[in-house]
């Protein structure tokens, strides 16, 4: 088998952003899989940063068995043993992820894109075979993608191709895609890093979050 993480970038990297890729090329490293940042708009120009993560969807990546996407303010905890392409599941559908949902659904503008029994999941983990990549494919539509790069980017655009594709909602564990703001991250296995300390608190740089976490020994 044969697989590769992705992390795309918009721009210039800065010290989270740098520090997430040297945690998941390593992390890749003890997964046996390849890894590479893709920088700018290598899916359809024009469209908004979030949404170039549907590269991984290109036929330049059909060597791969396996292709990985996750953001790049994500990073894997200390001691993790598991190879993270041998957990079930394609994205992370969490409490958060089903409320914003709702609220998609609840666009008029996108009321005949969305579809309330199709699959969602958050866009800073997707986790795709290459016959799903295939499939995936073949329902992009280059319009809609410039209506969902103004509302709801990358996730509404995964949603719309996985409704298209009859995909059922297979989750990954929230393990795998935790938000530092919830209780319950000291076990994580890779964690989302937020605006935020606590989902109630004030928002702070993401970078202070990521350096606290650091000091708490969450991380390497």
């Not at 409320?99 to 309330?116: A, C, P, W």
């Not at 509404?156 to 795998?176: C, N, T, V």
Request: charged share 25%; glycine share 6%; hydrophobic share 35%.
């Amino acid at each position: 088998m044969k697989n590769i993480i992705l992390q795309h970038w918009t721009g210039t990297l800065g010290e989270l952003e740098l520090a997430s890729k040297e945690n998941i090329k390593k992390y890749a490293k003890q997964c046996d899989a390849d890894y590479q940042l893709v920088q700018g708009d290598q899916f359809r120009s024009g469209l908004t940063a979030p949404c170039q993560k549907l590269i991984m969807l290109d036929k330049r990546f059909d060597s791969y068995d396996t292709v990985l996407m996750v953001d790049l303010d994500m990073f894997v905890t200390k001691n993790v043993a598991e190879n993270v392409f041998t957990i079930p599941g394609i994205g992370l559908n969490s409490h958060t992820q089903k409320e914003l949902f709702q609220t998609i659904l609840k666009n008029k503008r996108l009321k005949n894109l969305v579809n309330s029994k199709g699959p969602f999941w958050g866009g800073a983990f997707w986790k795709l075979t290459l016959p799903q990549r295939k499939l995936l494919r073949s329902f992009i539509v280059d319009q809609e993608l410039k209506i969902f790069s103004k509302y709801y980017t990358d996730e509404g655009i995964m949603h719309r191709l996985a409704s298209q594709a009859k995909f059922e909602q297979h989750d990954i564990p929230e393990e795998w895609c935790w938000g530092n703001c919830f209780p319950g991250y000291e076990q994580a296995k890779m964690i989302h890093i937020r605006h935020k300390f606590k989902f109630e608190g004030p928002k702070v740089p993401k970078l202070e979050v990521f350096q606290q976490l650091q000091k708490e020994g969450i991380f390497e």
